[in-house]
């Protein structure tokens, strides 16, 4: 895969497109600018850790990415740890990337690499399905969670994952399943023992919003195969955030566009009902259609809206644009990082063949990209 990568060594070295960037408000808008541009294999997820470091991931939906995540380092994507465990191995599918969705840093310097072990949406391979944490020190692996079946169905994909360190010995990380049959889902997941529970499975919040049309690019966006007929995009729980404090688990489907919160401590909490889990849970509001979120230590929410191009914000809540640009085709992974700039990949999700009855319209490179948001990111540490 030919990667092509322009790191910013300064904000003068930025692009500027404030031109053409805009709010629905009509306030200026902050400058977007470019980080990098990647000519092979589409990116979703891209992480910023607290020291900097900037890790992105290729999961395997048939670009044939040579690996699945990577680091960006002097100018160029690098496989991360190393190319050895980006190479599926079907003799240890716990010990190697398989089809990795997202990867986020912690606030202890470790990356999290979340492994659906489901290629081409798939179903997950065997032992495969996964959480790796990777100690940013050594680069070397220090933790392997495989999720058992209990959680992981055969429907299953999942999608973003978040962490606070300090419940329980050694923390707890929340998973999204944004399966593509709609039975959506959350992951709950004990990182000392491995223990997982599956929460609000099938629940009305995690699946595909009823009669959710979305239109991206002027068109109706629909499954459109090559060889068969068009059906409509139905995709759970996708996005995923925690509060500040860590009290509320904000997530919302793909294919809708409402924002939903529920407490953490009924999450992690067995013993409480679904029934009684679900009754907790409430709206937010319209944030718009997307496919990632991220929170910052101000208690905002920022959210993607694919079908406007556009990044939006909860503040004292209230959703607003934040921006509004062409350049912002598709915006699937959000990560705020300690520069207090909001990065996110914008990676044309919605031109892949599968939608336009096998013809590809995306159009090289992607891009990552970054706007000033001034505030760091949430990083739960132990205590």
């Known amino acids: 895969m030919k990667i092509s990568v322009k790191l910013l060594l300064a904000a003068g070295a930025a692009l500027s497109l404030a ?6 408000e009509g306030a200026s ?10 000519d092979g294999a589409m990116p979703t997820g891209v992480t910023v850790a607290p020291n900097g470091r900037i890790f992105v991931n290729f999961p395997q939906w048939g670009d044939n990415a040579p690996f699945t995540v990577a680091e960006l380092v002097d100018g160029k994507a690098v496989p991360y740890p190393d ?3 980006n190479r599926p191995d079907p003799a240890d599918p716990a010990g190697h990337f398989i089809s990795v969705q997202s990867v986020v840093a912690d606030g202890a310097d470790r990356l999290w690499v979340l492994d659906t072990a489901a290629p081409k949406f798939s179903q997950p391979r065997a032992g495969g399905a996964k959480l ?3 100690d940013l020190a050594t680069n070397r ?24 360190l300090r419940q329980g010995a050694e923390g707890v990380a929340y998973i999204t399943d944004s399966s593509n049959d709609g039975v959506g889902g959350i992951i709950v997941v004990d990182i000392a023992s ?4 599956r929460r609000l499975s099938n629940h009305a ?6 009669g959710f049309t979305p239109v991206v690019d002027g068109a109706v966006l629909m499954n ?7 059906t409509p995009v139905t995709i759970a729980s996708d996005a995923i955030a925690l509060s500040a404090d860590g009290s509320l688990l904000y997530y919302g489907p793909l294919s809708g566009r409402t924002l939903h919160a529920v407490p953490t401590a009924m999450l992690r909490d067995p013993a409480v009902s679904e029934e009684a889990l679900g009754r907790a849970v409430r709206s937010l509001g319209r944030k718009g259609a997307s496919d990632g979120i991220a929170e910052d230590d101000k208690d905002r929410v920022f959210a993607g809206d694919y079908e406007n191009n556009a990044i939006r914000v909860l503040d004292q809540g209230r959703w607003t644009t934040v921006v509004s640009d062409p350049r912002i085709s598709w915006p699937d992974t959000l990560s705020i990082g300690t520069d207090g700039y909001l990065y996110f990949t914008a990676n044309q999700l919605h031109r892949q063949p599968g939608f336009h009855g096998g013809r590809d319209l995306r159009r090289k490179p992607y891009e990552l990209l970054r706007i000033k948001v001034g505030a760091a990111p949430v990083l739960l540490r132990s205590r």
């Open 19 to 24: 031109a053409c960037a805009t709010t629905r």
């Open 29 to 38: 808008a902050p400058r977007i600018e470019q980080v990098a541009t990647f």
């Open 83 to 85: 190319a050895a465990t």
């Open 132 to 134: 790796v944490a990777i």
């Open 141 to 164: 692996v220090v933790k392997t969670i495989v999720l058992p079946p209990s959680v992981v169905l055969p429907t299953t994909y999942l999608n973003d994952v978040r962490f606070d």
């Open 194 to 197: 491995g223990r997982a529970i």
């Open 205 to 210: 919040t995690t699946n595909p919003e009823p």
């Open 224 to 230: 459109r195969p090559a060889d068969g007929p068009a």
